[in-house]
């Protein structure tokens, strides 16, 4: 029997959206109307949820948020390098019809 093994693309869509959740989780954790907008019992004192986990310190969101801000500085730099610089289509320095003079 294979074992299940996602493409390069699933795995890095799939981080890419967990990162993306614990940043929305850290939003709402730390914005309490906009807590409240999603759930209407967000003040009770007996509500659970992942903002509310975050808010009592069961996670921990700040060690992650440096790690987070080099790894999109980097790729971006990436990025940004990779569509200012041009390879050549052809290289022209050699030609195989010529040969050295004599």
């Keep these: 029997m294979k074992a299940w093994n996602p ?3 699933a795995q890095a869509a799939l981080a ?5 959740l614990v940043l929305l ?5 730390a914005s309490p ?4 907008l999603i759930h209407a019992d967000a003040g009770d004192a007996n509500h659970h949820c992942a903002a509310t986990e975050f808010i009592k310190g069961q996670v921990d969101s700040v060690a ?4 987070i801000l080099g790894l999109v500085i980097l790729f971006g730099g990436v990025s940004l390098l990779a569509e200012t610089f041009l390879w050549p289509l052809a290289d022209y ?4 019809s010529r040969a050295p003079p004599v």
Excluded: D, M, Q, T
Excluded at 33 to 36: A, D, F, G, K, Q
Excluded at 93 to 96: E, P, Y
């Design 64 to 67: 992650v948020a440096p790690l």
């Design 93 to 96: 320095r050699f030609s195989a």
């Design 16 to 20: 890419s959206l967990l990162i993306a």
């Design 25 to 29: 989780i850290s939003v709402v954790a």
């Design 7 to 9: 493409g390069k693309f």
């Design 33 to 36: 109307s906009l807590h409240e």
